[in-house]
T-cell receptor, first 115, second 114 residues
């Protein structure tokens, strides 16, 4: 079985500050890991993905995430928050089936950017 | 433009009145899926389809039906909707590969069952 835990349903940071969204996973097989972003009234878009190549993954809009097997974590970071980063963020793990059919999503973290 | 199109965008109905939410993709993807999104619960998979005439249950299939008669279309059917099916629904598609495929999502259907 696989699962994803996102710590903090809401995270608030000031514009220009570091963004850190936490994700821990459990998987019975080496995982593939994803971060998706959902802007208001839109569907989800892929931010970045880890597929067993480099452990530090760079995504769109200046986001990156680091896979740490020893900590079973895949935290999302961005050095300097922008107002346009306000959105819902979902971490997801693909284990069983390794495909989209085996994708499990976390409950989401709402990122709030304070001016 | 590559996209997944869902209709309608908003739907209000009453308990027991059958409804269908349509989903169509123009990317020739083999894989399609339906999710529901509820506050505090994230996205949960309802059904998925690996190819035409091949469908399988996700995590929360009760009360839903799907069909995949054509590659591009994957409608979600609620035969007898109930208030607990009030939710935001998303259709998604991808090209199956080694597990690193990208899911393309529709814009969502907000369903309210009274």
């Amino acid at each position: 079985a696989q699962s994803v835990t996102q710590l903090g349903s809401h995270v608030s940071v000031s514009e220009g500050a570091l963004v850190l969204l936490r994700c821990n996973y459990s998987s019975s097989v080496p995982p593939y890991l994803f971060w998706y972003v959902q802007y208001p009234n839109q569907g989800l878009q892929l931010l970045l993905k880890y597929t067993s190549a480099a452990t530090l993954v760079k995504g769109i809009n200046g986001f990156e995430a680091e896979f740490k097997k020893s900590e079973t974590s895949f935290h999302l970071t961005k050095p300097s928050a922008h107002m346009s980063d306000a959105a819902e963020y979902f971490c997801a793990v693909s284990g069983i089936g390794r495909g989209a059919d085996g994708l499990t999503f976390g409950k989401g973290t709402h990122l709030i950017i304070q001016p | 433009e590559a996209q997944v199109t869902q209709n309608p965008r908003y739907l209000i109905t009453v308990t027991g009145k059958k409804l269908t939410v349509t989903c169509s993709q123009n990317m020739n993807h083999e894989y399609m899926s339906w999710y529901r999104q509820d506050p505090g619960l994230g996205l949960r998979q309802i059904y998925y389809s690996m190819n035409v005439e091949v469908t399988d249950k996700g995590d929360v299939p009760e009360g839903y039906k799907v069909s995949r008669k054509e590659k591009r279309n994957f409608p979600l059917i609620l035969e007898s909707p109930s208030p607990n099916q009030t939710s935001l629904y998303f259709c998604a598609s991808s090209e199956p590969g080694t597990g690193s495929e990208k899911l393309f999502f529709g814009s969502g259907t907000q369903l309210s069952v009274l």
